[in-house]
């Protein structure tokens, strides 16, 4: 999987939402992104979604989840 293909698999709306194979998808892509420590570097939302993810067991970290700063918002 390439970030463009994670970023489109997380984009797409999904068909269902009782489609279970786009659930695990966009999960897998998440996990790809925090894997790779791209997924603080893109929106908010991403981020936001990736924590709520990890926090629920669905993904996992292991590094440290980026606090935003001042320089975050301003960039």
Do not use: H
């Amino acid at each position: 999987m390439t970030t463009f293909q994670a970023i489109e698999i997380i984009e797409i709306p999904s068909s269902s939402s009782d489609n279970f194979d786009d659930i695990d998808n966009k999960i897998e892509a998440y996990q790809f992104l925090i894997d790779n420590g791209i997924i603080w570097k893109l929106q908010g939302r991403f981020g936001r979604t990736a924590v709520r993810l990890i926090d629920d067991g669905s993904c996992s970290c292991d590094i440290p989840i980026p606090q935003p700063t001042l320089d975050t918002f301003l960039a």
